[in-house]
């Protein structure tokens, strides 16, 4: 783990997406967070140890899913599917398939495997198996306040992780897609998927990974936007927390009744054309019950 300083920060953007505002100044005490996401090889020996069953691997109650194809109703994930030709980007079942089987170790379905991915990032993991996890290793998840605090490395109000310019002298600094997503990726960096943790260069904290590669679960409640009292001039919050589910939930869209909360990072399917959101401020809602191949997380030890 990596000791984080406390401090102050400006939290949000304005130049991006609306659930990214407003920017607003922050004060976090100091704590301790995984330099790299939870690996492969971590999760495992926790469910080794502890025998535990992951929510994709559980059976499916139809009352919370009133709307769903009974067919569906079976344990599973959701796997991610690489169209042929561009596809209109507002309908994510263009890209996305719930697919029976799918979990942690068998992260593409049945028959596949995650042997050769140690040092990958964990995924398919819901919410509940992060926390899980992080109790086991004495742990918790940050607060995305926390989280943002770490993602920025010390570079106030920067866009990336690693300062303003997308590609540095042509260098990819994170895991991202790169060509026109969801059809066409060119792999620059030699990865399709997830990459091993620690490929790309740390941040100002020493941190991997803190963008692209996998979204990452924190503990906050997913709201709209920043909260409107954050915009107070005369007070800085302290160690914010969303602990309210009630804001996270009526979104207009299927299984809206399911708490939501925020997910920060980005991850490998992020591309300049759909979800510029391999970024610190960046922030979107994952729905409390949902796992997939691009979400894992890590953890924090408060000081």
């Given at each position: 783990m990596v000791w984080v300083a406390g401090g102050t920060f400006l939290m949000g953007s304005v130049d991006f997406y609306p659930e990214e505002r407003p920017v607003h100044r922050v004060a976090v005490d100091g704590f301790w967070i995984d330099a790299y996401p939870v690996?492969?090889?971590q999760f495992r020996r926790f469910v080794r140890e502890t025998g535990y069953v992951t929510v994709a691997e559980r059976p499916l109650d139809p009352a919370d899913y009133l709307d769903a194809d009974p067919e569906l109703l079976v344990p599973g994930s959701l796997v991610f599917r690489k169209s042929?030709?561009?596809?209109d980007l507002d309908d994510v079942r263009n890209w996305w398939d719930y697919l029976p089987g799918a979990l942690w170790k068998r992260p593409e379905g049945p028959g596949s495997t995650i042997n050769g991915r140690d040092r990958h990032p964990v995924v398919h993991v819901?919410?509940?198996d992060a926390q899980v996890y992080a109790?086991?290793?004495g742990k918790e998840l940050p607060t995305e306040a926390e989280w943002e605090f770490a993602a920025r490395g010390g570079l106030e109000g920067a866009a990336f992780a690693w300062g303003d310019e997308h590609f540095p002298d042509g260098k990819a600094m994170a895991n991202t897609w790169q060509g026109e997503f969801p059809w066409q990726n060119l792999k620059l960096d030699g990865h399709e998927?997830?990459?091993p943790v620690g490929f790309y260069p740390p941040n100002g904290h020493g941190l991997y990974d803190m963008t692209g590669n996998v979204w990452e679960w924190t503990s906050d409640y997913f709201t709209a936007g920043h909260p409107d009292e954050a915009d107070t001039p005369c007070c800085v919050p302290r160690n914010p927390r969303v602990t309210a589910a009630q804001p996270s939930n009526g979104l207009a869209q299927p299984g809206a009744h399911i708490p939501r909360?925020?997910?920060k990072g980005g991850s490998h399917l992020c591309a300049p054309n759909y979800c510029l959101r391999y970024r610190?401020?960046?922030r979107q809602s994952e729905a409390v019950d949902t796992s997939a191949g691009h979400v894992g997380f890590r953890c924090v030890v408060r000081g």
């Open positions: 690996t492969a090889a042929t030709r561009p596809v819901a919410y509940e109790t086991w290793a998927r997830t990459s909360k925020v997910i610190p401020a960046a």
